[in-house]
């Protein structure tokens, strides 16, 4: 496996740890519930990151697909591509971003339900990257909307 697929898999994967003990430090009880009315409860933000995840694998797969047609070389490069990520704005909690409402959870989900849409959403992430296996994918760009 190529370098850098490796390290983004492992990142992602350490990361999907780190919000699995979040999930697992708030009472089952209280997952299905609404910290504030403008809140999300944790099944909801679940739900939004599997819906979020998912669209994500279908354009990434659509985009390599796409790049494969036309020619997409091989990645000459091995250096770490993760440090180059700045997560800082995202992970920020006291930035608020608002989803588009296409994003937002609609299935009411509890949070088991929610957790399992989530790996299924992994899957379909991991897939789509070891399809680009060994290939210059930083070169596959879209605009974020």
Known sequence: MHPRIQEVLDYITAERTVLR????GVPRDRRQHRPAPE??????VLEHLAVVESRVAHLFAMLLAEARANGLAADPETSPVVPT???R???????????????????GLDADAAWSALERSRDALRAAVLAG?????????????
Request: avoid cysteine; charged fraction near 25%; proline fraction near 9%.
């Open 85 to 87: 990520l700045d997560m």
């Open 21 to 24: 003990a979040a999930v697992d």
């Open 89 to 107: 704005y995202l992970l920020d909690r006291e930035n608020v971003v608002v989803a588009p409402e296409v994003l937002h959870p609609r299935a």
């Open 39 to 44: 809140r999300w409860s944790v099944a909801e």
């Open 133 to 145: 296996d060994g290939l210059a994918l930083g070169t596959i760009t879209r605009p974020h909307p």
